[in-house]
């Protein structure tokens, strides 16, 4: 534990400490004895304390110190000479983690600040064992009852926050603090707003920008450490830094510091930096750099054979000073993140003045040399590769990657590795004391004729990984020629007599392949099937059968993917082994096809997954047309990597003729451009598409049925008339149609889901009858006897209902069965009737709104919502109502109605 004092304060630290060690024990009280104590400059002193803990099972632990001598009189905190001092580290205890070293703050926090002078601080933390380091803010903490309440909670120390803490630049405690011009800025700050208190997440510097009011601050920085596994990023240790700014007023000005931009290097090679400061008040300057790199190695040595890893001096203190930065790099420091090495100017005022300081961080990435010698040689359908001994043995792995054809990328120090862009794949990796590897794809086989390149490079073990720059490419060409499939062509379409011609190339070799030799067809369903799902079609051990048909297939309703398998020895002992090489699998075309909404078009699309080129040559289209017997060619399309598109589209004003076949099939048009193959054309398999028939409903006469003496007079007294057509011009082409499915919507919809299948018939007629009412929507469908086909929906034909209603003048309630209740004469399909009366006083004698059709019994009685209450008969005379009708139609169209009524008994 490290501490910084000023004994002026009223503040300082004892000779002993107490130490909570998070697993529920404790040092004892004051039991940890200060190992030194070192004067730094301006009443400060850096106090060391070592101690010793064994943990008896993995687990988080907070290690923490609770003091009680915070200082009196800061002013971000309530009452602070009353809280005491608390900080902690937070350490895992992990065998997957292994041994773990917590974050090291290098820079002590001894400096000061100025009003209205930006103030810095960076801890310049490091990490031995190159984990991440993140930096975030926090407010201080205190235990309530210092030690002794530490040690009451069952010594684990329970920290809050301090009471009424605020950030330094908070208006409450800093009123009136701004923005100054700070060019270092990252972002540049806004001159005159509204102070700043920031930490860089990842360099760590704070940067308070700018105080406006002399006096003490407090604030916490929290070093989180992030470590890379197997499982992803996790958080292994936390550092808490709790600092004391001091603000003074001073006219000195702070000084100005240049340094070398932040640079990335390979391992061995030596860093030299040149550091320069500058002071507006011309006084002399203290150069100092802290860092990780500044500790002494290795660490298990005794200490007189330990050495720095990097040096700084300072060449010159006066205005303009000067320094020095020296690091010879070794493969020890390859690492993925940079190291941080922070540099700090301060001034040397005049008496009675407040030192200032300027800092900056520079960051250095070291990636590891380039593998070397990269050598490739062939074998019949595998590559050898060979380097030399690659001279960092920290690295953990070599990884191979391999791309066709030769790519020429530029090295860069400060991204190692091979970068996706440069079209590299990785094929394999090997130990970093490994000098081969042999890549024939998995087992797979490399093409012959091919040219195949290859890069190396090293990865170095986590936590601190890294890369190394890539290696110098090799390429070659394998000798011969490979096996690839070419052609996967639909010959016949059926539902179980479809056949299907699949061709390949002949493999070839110098001197021959060692026997046995053979190919083995495979073939699975759909047009990216699992490797799983393959089956054996056929095996050959002639090697110049490279065609076979496919026969007995359902290429109707289904594609098909075809894998073929090269078999041949790999040498000529009994020791060798059987290598098998298998090309890219390729699929048949699969054709789909829709007609246009408006039926002047139909729209192909097609589908395929080859390892052939199909974007260079153009795909043709072919239709054949109703009752012709040949197909002929309508156009051509460009070729598409998996797919393609065509609309069939007629003249303007033409329609497809309706209930016949237009059948159609494309054919693509590919090549193998790196072995000048081609061209391979591949058929799909035929697709016929069954235009729909055309759909009149007969309108209802609406007037004619206002115009009877009573409507309605069943419960279902409405019939719709339904009829269709298809193309007669050309006879004897729409006998494939072999019946009609009517299907039905209530509601007004386009939607084809919203229909229900009523009926079907082989009669281009249909009368939907016993409804109750008109108003509904239907379209009609054609099915084919050929290949079972059906057409699309034809267009949707709907009509609403009439919108009529008639009450009578007079009704008689007596009983006899005959007009006792009062309802329409003329009506409509009506959705809900809310109907009152009145008598000639007006007063409301009835109203309901249960029934459609109204039929009131000339009682005197309420009935709404539920409500009903003893009824009477009304007096024989003349009553008034009104009716608010709702109407079935598909626009519940409302409407209200007044009259009145004579009731006679």
């Known amino acids: 534990m490290v501490l910084y004092t000023d004994p002026t304060s009223g503040a300082d630290t004892d000779d002993t400490e107490t130490i909570f060690f998070g697993d529920g024990t404790f040092s004892g009280v004051n039991a940890i004895v200060r190992s030194s104590r070192t004067f730094l400059g301006n009443n400060i002193y850096r106090n060391v304390y070592y101690f010793e803990h064994t943990y008896n099972a993995p687990k988080s632990y907070v290690v923490s110190f609770v003091g009680e001598l915070r200082q009196g009189g800061i002013a971000n905190m309530s009452n602070s000479k009353d809280l005491s001092f608390y900080i902690g580290t937070r350490i895992t205890i992990d065998p997957v983690l292994g041994v773990n070293h917590s974050p090291v703050l290098n820079a002590p926090p001894i400096d000061f600040a100025t009003p209205n002078q930006v103030f810095l601080h960076n801890p310049a933390a490091s990490d031995e064992d190159g984990d991440s380091l993140a930096y975030r803010l926090a407010p201080s903490q205190y235990v309530v009852g210092d030690v002794a309440g530490a040690v009451s909670t069952g010594n684990i120390p329970r920290p809050v926050v301090v009471p ?78 709790d600092m004391q700014i001091i603000v003074n007023p001073t006219k000195n000005q702070r000084p100005i510091l240049e340094i070398p931009r932040d640079i990335c290097v390979v391992a061995g090679d030596s860093v030299r930096g040149a550091i320069r400061a500058t002071d507006p008040d011309g006084n002399p ?102 380097w030399n001994l690659y001279e960092c043995q920290n690295a953990s792995r070599i990884l191979i990657f391999r791309r066709e054809g030769s790519a020429d990328f530029q090295l860069d120090t400060c991204n190692p590795g091979i970068p996706a862009s440069a079209g590299y794949v990785q094929v394999g990796s090997v130990a970093a004391n490994q000098t081969s590897f042999v890549d024939n794809d998995n087992g797979k086989g490399l093409a012959r004729g091919k040219t195949y390149c290859y890069r190396i490079y090293a990865e170095f073990p986590l936590p601190a990984g890294g890369k190394s720059l890539a290696s110098e490419e090799t390429c070659l060409v394998l000798n011969g020629r490979p096996i690839l499939l070419t052609n996967v062509t639909v ?125 260079a040559r153009p795909t043709r289209i072919f239709r054949r047309d109703p009752c012709a017997n040949n197909y002929v060619q309508i156009a051509t399309v460009p070729g598409g990597a998996s797919s393609g598109t065509y609309t069939d589209l007629l003249a303007a004003g033409q329609v497809f003729k309706s209930g ?37 409903l007969l309108d209802i006469n609406c007037d004619s049925l206002a115009a009877l003496p009573f409507f309605p007079n069943g419960s279902k007294p409405y019939s719709n008339r339904l009829s269709w057509t298809v193309d007669t011009s050309t006879p004897g082409c729409n006998t494939n149609i072999s019946y009609y499915r009517i299907y039905y919507s209530p509601t007004q919809s386009t939607n084809p889901a919203d229909f229900r299948l009523i009926d079907s018939t082989q009669a281009t007629s249909y009368v939907h009858a016993n409804l109750e009412t008109s108003a509904a929507c239907y379209y009609v469908v054609a099915v084919a006897r050929e290949l079972s086909l059906v057409s699309a929906p034809s267009n949707i034909a709907c009509h609403d209902a009439c919108l009529f209603f008639l009450l009578p003048n007079i009704f008689t309630p007596n009983g006899d069965g005959k007009n006792d209740t009062f309802r329409p004469k003329l009506a409509s399909p009506i959705r809900r009737t809310r109907f009152t009366a009145f008598n000639r006083w007006g007063v409301k004698v009835y109203e309901s709104d249960q029934n459609p059709l109204i039929e009131w ?26 009716a608010e009708v709702e109407f079935a139609d598909f626009a519940g169209t409302k409407k209200t109605y007044k009259g009145w009524v004579q009731i006679t008994r």
């Open 857 to 882: 019994n000339g009682t005197n009685k309420t009935v709404k919502e539920g409500n009903n209450n003893p009824s009477s008969r009304v007096v024989d005379g003349l009553y008034f109502y009104q």
């Open 164 to 241: 009424n803490y605020a950030y330094p630049n908070a208006q409450s405690v800093s009123p009136n603090g701004k923005q100054v011009a700070f060019p270092a800025g990252n972002p540049p700050p806004t001159i005159g707003g509204p102070a700043t208190f920031t930490i860089d997440a990842i360099t760590g510097q704070l940067v308070w920008n700018s105080p406006s009011v002399a006096g003490l601050y407090n604030v916490v920085i929290i070093v989180e450490e992030w470590r890379r596994t197997a499982g992803g990023r996790r958080l292994i240790g936390e550092v808490i830094r």
């Open 285 to 386: 300057i203290d150069l100092t750099a802290f860092g990780g790199l500044f500790s002494r190695i290795p660490i298990a040595a005794p200490e007189e054979k330990k050495t720095f890893r990097a040096q700084f001096e300072q060449t010159r203190r006066n205005n303009p000073a000067t320094g020095r930065f020296r690091w010879l790099t070794t493969c020890a420091d390859v690492a993925r993140l940079p190291y941080q090495v922070l540099f700090r100017a301060v001034d040397v005022p005049a008496d009675g003045e407040t030192p200032l300081i300027d800092e900056r961080v520079w960051r250095i990435t070291v990636v590891g040399p380039p593998p070397q010698n990269l050598k490739a040689t062939g074998q019949s359908s595998a590559i050898n590769l060979t």
């Open 660 to 696: 016949l076949l237009y059948c159609y099939y494309v054919e693509t048009d590919g090549e193998y451009k790196e072995f000048r193959i081609g061209p391979l054309l591949n058929k799909s398999q035929e697709k016929c598409l069954l235009t729909p028939p055309v759909l009149t």
């Open 491 to 615: 010959e016949k379409t059926d539902k179980a007599a479809g056949a299907i011609k699949v061709i390949w190339t002949k493999p070839t070799i110098t001197g021959g392949f060692v026997p046995p030799v053979g190919y083995n067809l495979y073939r699975a369903e759909g047009l990216s099937p699992a490797s799983n799902t393959f089956g054996l079609v056929k095996s050959f051990t002639n090697l110049n059968d490279t065609v076979y048909v496919d026969n007995n297939l359902n290429t109707t309703d289904k594609a098909f993917t075809y894998r073929i398998e090269f078999t041949h020895k790999s040498g000529t002992t009994a020791q060798d082994s059987i290598v098998h090489e298998r090309p890219a699998a390729a699929s048949s075309v699969r054709l789909e096809a829709a007609a246009t909404t408006a039926n002047d078009g139909i729209v192909l699309n097609w589908n395929f997954n080859v390892p052939w080129d199909n974007t």
